[in-house]
């Protein structure tokens, strides 16, 4: 492929399901000079408990729907999928799709953004079963802060509470408070909370009302965001390649109005959004 006659198109953002909306917000507050496209499996979502191999297998078939909408880049907005798919469409699919075309995902730059946060080495993680399980950060904080000790804990409860809406009801404090408990039992010098989980921001309040004090706890958009942007500056031919319209197009592989109702939560405006096959 010629990158020289390539025409830009917009920037695709990928999540299971809702949550990755949380990181799409963040990215075009950050750089809302560009245009994306949103996709949701909700269909097939969650795939927190999903194997390596369907994971692997539904988000390939979602980046090459990008890919031939003309996404030149595209963000696994998904813990889960950045856990269990990321890697081998980087290094197995990419090459023979067409290797000018970038995947990122979410797990690598709060890795890098945990070394400046901590004090004490110590770190938790939130996380779906599905993330927690792949080890995920325990192996890329291992690779940039190898002397650092990880404590992973799963919250199977906490989407299904996003997503029904109750992040704001006194259910969703039993569980998050018993959560945080479970987790700081662990290792009570934990320092450093990583929210591994796109939904998590949305039961923010109530994580820093149960949070030991003195506990920081990271959200991933604001820094995925910031990381797409130091790739912009350091990749111009990929700045190049995206389009630059201000725009948002939202698509879903369930019913259309239900993901729309839904995903204005997590946006914080009206959404339309297109049904898609995959």
Request: net charge neutral.
């Amino acid at each position: 492929m010629d990158i020289n006659n390539t025409k830009p198109c917009p920037i695709g953002v990928f999540d299971s399901g809702f949550g990755g909306l949380t990181v799409l917000r963040e990215i075009r507050k950050a750089m809302p000079q560009y245009d994306y496209i949103f996709l949701g499996d909700n269909a097939r979502a969650p795939y927190g408990t999903r194997s390596f191999e369907r994971v692997y297998e539904f988000t390939l078939q979602s980046v090459r729907h990008l890919f031939d909408r003309g996404c030149q880049l595209v963000v696994l907005a998904c813990n889960t999928a950045s856990a269990k798919a990321l890697r081998s469409i980087q290094q197995r699919d990419l090459p023979q799709i067409d290797n000018s075309r970038r995947v990122l995902g979410v797990i690598r730059p709060t890795v890098e953004k945990v070394g400046e946060l901590s004090r004490t080495g110590h770190i938790g993680v939130f996380g779906t079963p599905g993330t927690i399980a792949s080890q995920s950060y325990n192996i890329e904080i291992a690779k940039l802060h190898p002397d650092f000790k990880v404590s992973g804990h799963s919250c199977p409860m906490w989407v299904p509470l996003v997503e029904n809406n109750e992040a704001a009801g006194e259910g969703a404090d039993y569980f998050v408070k018993k959560d945080i408990d479970a987790l700081m039992a662990m290792d009570g010098n934990i320092d450093t909370v990583i929210l591994g989980c796109t939904h998590y921001p949305l039961l923010l309040d109530k994580i820093n009302r149960y949070m030991p004090e003195g506990v920081t706890v990271i959200p991933q958009g604001a820094i995925v965001a910031a990381s797409l942007q130091d790739y912009m500056k350091r990749h111009p031919e990929m700045e190049q390649r995206c389009s630059h319209g201000g725009s948002c197009r939202y698509l879903t592989t369930d019913n259309a109005g239900k993901f729309s109702a839904m995903a204005s939560l997590f946006v914080g405006t009206a959404v339309t959004a297109e049904q898609i096959t995959l």
